[in-house]
């Protein structure tokens, strides 16, 4: 699924927390979550992001948000989907 930006709509994440997500392009240096979303938005290719937390260090890009049925728990991890809010409407 490609992400196609349109105007007014704002991205919208959908979180699952404890939740470790298979595969995944790690993004070096990339140490907060407000980095990781922005990361990803600025890649159209990008439909999730992985978080470690507390201390949230690490990111990864994943590439496909079809994961969600692969979702494992793993303490301290968050993973978070891309999906757009198109004037109010998901």
């Known amino acids: 699924m490609l ?4 105007a007014g709509c704002r ?4 979180t699952y927390t404890d939740s470790l997500a298979p595969g995944g392009e790690p993004q ?4 907060t979550s ?7 938005l600025r890649n159209p290719q ?3 992001i992985s978080l470690r937390l507390p201390g949230e260090d690490f ?6 948000a079809n994961v969600l049925p692969f979702l494992e728990p793993d303490a301290g991890v ?3 989907y891309l999906q ?4 109010g409407k998901l």
């Open 3 to 6: 992400f196609v930006y349109q």
């Open 11 to 14: 991205p919208d994440w959908v």
């Open 28 to 31: 070096p240096g990339i140490l």
């Open 34 to 40: 407000q980095a990781c979303e922005a990361s990803c």
């Open 46 to 48: 990008c439909e999730g």
């Open 59 to 64: 990111c990864s890009h994943h590439f496909d």
């Open 78 to 80: 968050r993973f978070q």
């Open 84 to 87: 757009f809010d198109c004037q």
